[in-house]
């Protein structure tokens, strides 16, 4: 009679520890999505007063700068280089850290998180044709990724992450032709 009490009561907690981890749970992905919502926010807020920023001088003439392909592309791409390293740069720290990899990789990870985007667009912007510096930008972006997730152990939450967005980055960027 005694050990069934006791299965009663084990039975009452286990429900009452398994309500609370689920409770955590969801409480950290309300967080996360709060967190998202104001990045993308943020981000059109920051696009669409960069697009109004433009003065027309009452002449027909436009900008020669303009006129040059893959000029948008790569102001669109600085956004979401920008948007991409942000959301890797956390995770992949915490699993730095947690590893206790060298200091110098930290170092290089702020770099590629904080400089890289800005780098990256003024290299396309004073280039004669930005859309193929922006390719060879997407292929180093990969190329970053994948020493990220090597570095990491391939760890399996930050790598899946880091692959998502490389993977969305590519299909804003062209589609199909550049996953592959």
């Given at each position: 009679m005694r050990?069934?009490?006791?299965?009663a009561l084990s039975a009452d907690n286990s429900s009452r520890v398994s309500h609370l981890v689920m409770t955590i749970a969801a409480i950290n992905i309300d967080n996360l999505l709060n967190c998202l919502l104001l990045i993308f926010i943020v981000n059109t807020i920051i696009a669409y007063t960069w697009r109004n920023?433009?003065?027309?001088s009452g002449s027909d003439n436009l900008n020669k700068n303009e006129r040059i392909p893959g000029?948008?592309?790569a102001r669109r791409m600085?956004?979401?280089?920008?948007?991409?390293t942000l959301l890797c740069f956390f995770p992949?720290?915490?699993v730095l850290l947690e590893l206790h990899r060298p200091v110098?990789?930290?170092?290089?990870?702020?770099?590629?998180?904080?400089?890289?985007?800005t780098v990256a667009f003024l290299r396309a912007r004073n280039a004669k044709m930005p859309l193929q510096i922006?390719?060879?930008h997407l292929v180093f972006d990969a190329g970053a990724g994948g020493f990220w997730i090597a570095l990491m152990a391939i760890n399996p939450l930050p790598s899946?992450?880091?692959?998502t967005i490389l993977l969305s980055d590519r299909l804003s960027a062209g589609g199909v032709v550049f996953i592959c």
């Open positions: 050990w069934k009490k006791r299965e920023h433009r003065v027309m000029r948008r592309f600085y956004l979401m280089r920008i948007l991409g992949i720290l915490s110098w990789s930290v170092v290089l990870l702020c770099a590629n998180a904080f400089l890289w985007p922006e390719h060879q899946v992450v880091i692959a």
